[in-house]
């Protein structure tokens, strides 16, 4: 499986919404935070505005898709650069859980 990140777009809060509202997601991205979800589509929505207003330098959200059929699978985010020591904080979620456990292709 080969897999792409790309620029977060305002259609990708459906899949946001979906994944923050399923209890198997929730658990695994966020060891069940509460803050991960469940969520209102009226939250994902200021969330939303949020994420696509975020300035790079200082963290940015990504949607994960499958190059093979076009999915929408997951979300990449990072954040609290530090440019001095190169370290940052990554998450990856794949919320789409039929990709669940796929190899990537190297």
Do not use: C, L
């Given at each position: 499986m080969t897999v792409r990140l790309r620029a977060l777009r305002p259609g990708d809060a459906e899949h946001h919404l979906r994944w923050r509202n399923?209890?198997?997601?929730?658990?695994?991205?966020a060891a069940g935070d509460p803050c991960f979800g469940p969520i209102t589509e009226q939250a994902?929505?200021?969330s939303f505005e949020t994420m696509l207003g975020l300035i790079p330098r200082e963290a940015a959200v990504f949607t994960v898709e499958d190059l093979a059929g076009g999915d929408v699978i997951g979300m990449a985010d990072?954040?609290?650069p530090d440019p001095y020591s190169g370290v940052a904080t990554l998450g990856v979620t794949i919320g789409e859980r039929a990709f669940w456990g796929a190899r990537l292709r190297q």
């Open positions: 399923d209890p198997e997601v929730v658990r695994w991205a994902i929505g200021f990072y954040r609290d």
